[in-house]
């Protein structure tokens, strides 16, 4: 596995102060799957956006139902969000420099470098396959919804998959390592095989002729963005984990059963941690299907994780 020593593996915890202001939570995540159940309206949604809020392109949407979160990446860096003062976050314990951005009441904010996106890998899925409020033209016109334009960005990253696992099967020709040549192409060949064997039921497997994901029915080519709201969904997802080619990574879901089939929900898990073992899964869910495979022992009761509830304390 190529893996930069300092690459961010796993978030190890959560506190966030001030939800709905009312409670205080704290949340020890394991470094493998993370699964936050509760009843509508508990706050499983609101939990995962502050979670993902400092990322730089949603900043501006961080949610206002909170007041401070800090997150601790692999025990050694937290990162601090204080939403009431809205100019930024605090990074602590990190290596790179900090830069500074603002001055506030004594505070001094700093701003996570890209360095420090880099190294954390987190990938964010957006399940529910809305319209597009903006028309791209540059992704052509058969982008119409949000899934249309994640599968549209994983093609392109499907191609530097492919380049890069070509460039290390040469490598291992030119060493006759054959064991390592023989593993290389593993992920993708197992990703095919999970693809073909979930799109069987309605005569759709991958046209493995192709450098990008398209499909075959009989003789018939199959574009991606003419599948199902649940075939779209459930190739977002596998592609998004097999292009990260075993890198350490954090993966965010909120809602993933959403058009999955009861069948594909018992092996969604399953299926990411083949395609790569080194991510950490954080899920928020109501389907019960997603932890019947094994999974019961890494679900987290929105309730369970309230430290403080202000109005009984």
């Known amino acids: 596995m190529n893996e930069e020593k300092d690459d961010i593996k796993y978030i190890s915890k959560v506190e966030i102060k001030g939800l709905w202001e009312r409670y205080d939570l704290e949340w020890k995540l394991n470094p493998d799957v993370n699964i936050l159940s509760g009843i509508n309206g508990s706050g499983k949604s609101t939990i995962l956006n502050a979670m993902t ?28 969000f ?3 003062h809205k100019i930024g976050a605090i990074i602590s314990g990190a290596d790179e420099k900090k830069m500074i951005a603002s001055i506030h009441n004594t505070i001094v904010i700093s701003i996570p470098t890209v360095e420090f996106f880099n190294k954390l890998n987190l990938k964010i ?67 095919i095989e999970i693809i073909d064997s979930l799109f069987k039921e309605t005569d759709k497997k991958i046209d493995r002729d192709k450098n990008e994901v ?39 879901m909120d809602e993933p059963e959403i058009s999955l089939h009861i069948d594909w929900q018992r092996k969604l898990i399953e299926y990411i941690r083949e395609l790569n073992p080194n991510v950490q899964i954080i899920l928020a869910t109501h389907s019960p299907g997603l932890i019947i495979e094994g999974w019961a022992d890494r679900v987290f009761d929105v309730r369970d994780l309230i430290t403080k509830d202000y109005l009984k304390n």
Request: aromatic share 8%; glycine share 2%; hydrophobic share 35%.
């Open 53 to 80: 809020g400092f990322m730089p392109t949603k900043n501006d949407k961080h949610p206002s139902e909170i007041e401070k979160i800090i997150v601790d990446f692999d025990d050694k860096i937290n990162l601090k």
């Open 82 to 84: 204080y939403n009431h």
């Open 125 to 191: 899925i957006s399940t529910f396959d809305n319209e597009l409020r903006e028309k791209n033209i540059t992704l052509g016109r058969k982008v119409r919804t949000e899934l249309d334009r994640l599968i549209s960005i994983l093609q392109k990253q499907y191609l530097d998959y492919q380049l890069n696992i070509s460039k290390k099967a040469y490598q291992a020709v030119k060493t006759r390592n054959e064991s390592e040549l023989l593993k290389i192409h593993e992920k993708q060949e197992r990703f």
């Open 214 to 252: 398209w499909f075959l029915s009989g003789d018939k080519e199959i574009s991606p963005y003419q599948l199902s709201s649940g075939e779209k969904q459930i190739l977002v997802i596998l592609l998004t984990v097999l292009v990260q080619d075993n890198k350490p990574s954090i993966l965010f």
